[in-house]
């Protein structure tokens, strides 16, 4: 069982919308309520491309299982060496290492990119998440109160930062 992880091609972006999707649809991993087409999945990919952010994916026994991306943390200039990341593995396969290769190739990109933060806001009640940044040196900043709604309740945000 080998383990890849790849810059992603246009080819991996069905692959990257189930996974996306079941995000949406099933955890508070994403504040979407509204699943994706590869439409609007293709544009979300290209404007990254054309802004020079990557986007990876990890492939286990030929099949991609997992996506990892980052884009700019806020729009203003003065934040222009901070971005903000997201990791996602598909539904069956946590617990492989897929999320810290991922995270890995990430940091190493925005270092070698001269970004000075990395930020990741994450679900405050997913525990698991939580706690794989900190393996990786995030640092809680602080939890914004019920800033999402989803699934018919209030949710908290807490905010991790890694200086690069």
């Not at 979300?44 to 286990?60: G, H, L």
């Not at 299982?65 to 990341?85: L, M, N, P």
Request: proline share 1%.
């Amino acid at each position: 069982m080998e383990s890849i992880v790849r810059k992603a091609t246009s080819s991996d972006l069905s692959s990257i919308l189930e996974i996306v999707n079941h995000a949406i649809l099933n955890t508070t991993a994403i504040y979407d309520y509204d699943v994706r087409t590869l439409e609007e999945q293709t544009i979300i990919f290209e404007s990254k491309q054309s802004r020079n952010f990557p986007t990876f994916v990890a492939n286990y026994n030929n099949e991609v299982v997992g996506f990892g991306t980052y884009d700019s943390f806020r729009t203003k200039i003065g934040y222009r060496f901070t971005v903000e990341h997201s990791v996602y593995i598909k539904d069956g396969f946590s617990g492989k290492g897929l999320g810290a290769l991922l995270l890995q190739k990430l940091i190493d990109t925005a270092k070698e990119e001269n970004y000075h933060v990395m930020i990741g806001v994450i679900d405050a009640s997913n525990e698991n998440s939580i706690c794989f940044h900190e393996r990786f040196g995030f640092q809680s900043m602080g939890i914004l109160k019920e800033v999402g709604f989803k699934f018919d309740r209030w949710l908290d945000a807490n905010l991790m930062q890694l200086k690069l």
